[in-house]
Structure formats: C-alpha cells, structure tokens
C-alpha cells in the first residue's frame, strides 16, 4: 500500500519539503522496498542516496540539500520521533486490515482446547499440532505438519524501542511470523513478529528446544537447530543446517553461515562463515580458543 508524505504534515512537528509516496517505515538496513527512514546524521546522506529501497526520508533541515531530487523529504526537530509516530500510524491501518481477515484453519490442524488462537488474521496449514497454552497472534502462517509444544508463543512484540506519543515506548510491529513445512518448537519458544513488514521466518524442519527466544526480523533457514535458552536477536541470518548451542547469545544483525556451529555458551557478536565453528564469550574460532585456553592454564 502506498503512502503521501504529505499525509503526515504535522505529525509530530513534520513538514513536508518535497513531497512523494512510499510504502512502509523502515531503517536503512530494512531490505524491503518503498522504504521511509529517518536521517539525523549527514554521514549517511550518500548511503540514503545510493539505497533504491528508499523512496522518502525524514530528516533535518540543514541535511535537505544533501538529498537526491528523486527522495521525498520531510523536517523535523526529532526525525526519529517522527519517524516513529508514522511508523504508528501505518501500525493502526495494518492492524485495522488484520482484523478483516479470517482465519484460514485447515481442518485436518489438530488445537489444544486451552491454546489461544488470535480470532482474525492466522493460517494454519495441513497435519499442524498445537499444544496446549500455545498463543498465536494475528498475522502468524504455520504451514504444513508443523508441531508446537506447550506455551509457545507466536507473533509476539519485538524489543524495539522509540519514543511515540511523547515517551518511551515499545514501538508497534506491523510485520508477521511464518512456520515453514515441519518446523517443531518445543516448550515455551517465543517468537517476536517483524517489525516494519515482511515476516520473521523459520525455514522447513527447523527445530527449537524449550525456552528459545527468536527477536524480530530474524531470518532462519532449513534444518536449523536451535538449543536450549538460545537468544537470537533482531534481524539476523541464520543459513540451512547450523546449529546453535544450549545457552547462545546472536547479536542482532549478525549473518550465520550454512552448517555454522556456535558453541554451548557463546555470545557471538561477529557474523559467522559457513562451515566454522566458534566458541566463548567473546566468540571466535573454535580452535583459537582452545589455543588461548591452553596458554593460560
């Protein structure tokens, strides 16, 4: 859905400099397309620029003139407070066009009695088991002979915080969960649902043991293991066939490569190439630590 800038005139001290249409909020490192960001820093002027996802930017007036002619650009004192409180607003018409889809259950989707399934907005595919205390939230898809044990939690806010109506905040989400084919959770998972469109997803077969927490915007391929008390959080990648250890920390943002293996405990705050393996808190290579563990015993 397309949005005019100029529709927001005032929100929160806006003004609207040249005007243009996009589609969704976003930050820069959002990948959909039609994006409005906010821009408090002229040092990412030429990233903003050189982006075609971004079609409109909300920023101060001394940065206007640093902005490509093709860029709708609005003012204000506090681009990302408005930035946020149109993020809002784009929030409260997608949950308004939530609440006028059905459900699409198939009826060969076996449900927990004591599970709390949302009533608009979910689809729930072929064989899918859920348990008892499980809660899905409006737009959530469970595809095909997935299984959710008991108390997981789908669709649920993601930490990000703004400042909308004046304070502090956890922003509103607009975006959704996807279960692909097979996928098993197993007690008292959480997932948080995307934060500016798209879904947080978890590809086919992919398993999470009890107590997983999966931030938003996370993108986790095929046949990915996910120990337990394992804490992934927003927009990460997770390639087809890593496994993560029982107690691991993913910073946000971070790329795990395929059949990657992170170690029981490690906080991993650099993305990961395919096939390696690391350890530790700090993580690194797994056998430089076992080298520096030697040489300190």
Known sequence: MMHLLSN??????????????????????????????PLRSANYADEVNANP????????????????????????????AAHSEIHGKLCEQHSAQLRDQANQIDATAEIDPAAHI???????????????????????TIEEDCVLHAGVALGIPGFNVGIVGGRQRVMPQLGGVR?????????NVCIARAVFGGETTLGEETVADSLVYIAHDVQIGRRVQLCALVNILGRT???????????????NGLVI?????????????????PGNVVTG?????????????????
Not at 179 to 187: M, S, W
């Open 8 to 37: 927001y005139q005032g929100l929160a001290g806006l003004k609207v400099v040249r005007d243009g249409r996009f589609e969704v909020t976003g930050k820069l490192s959002t990948p959909l397309n039609g994006l409005c960001v």
């Open 53 to 80: 996802r971004i079609t409109a930017v909300i920023t101060r007036p001394d940065i206007v003139d640093m902005l490509d002619e093709r860029l709708a650009v609005a003012v204000a004192d506090q681009p990302d």
């Open 118 to 140: 949302a009533g608009h907005g979910v689809k729930i595919g072929p064989r899918v088991w859920i348990g008892p205390n499980v809660t899905v939230a409006p737009g959530v």
């Open 179 to 187: 279960l692909k084919t097979g996928v098993e959770l197993l007690a």
């Open 237 to 251: 990648i997770i390639g087809d066939g890593a496994y993560i250890g029982p107690s691991a920390v993913v910073k």
């Open 257 to 273: 490569g395929d059949r990657a293996k992170i170690s029981i405990g490690a906080v991993v705050t650099q993305d990961v190439a």
């Open 281 to 297: 808190n700090f993580a690194l290579p797994h056998d430089r630590f076992l080298d520096h563990i030697r040489s300190i015993r």
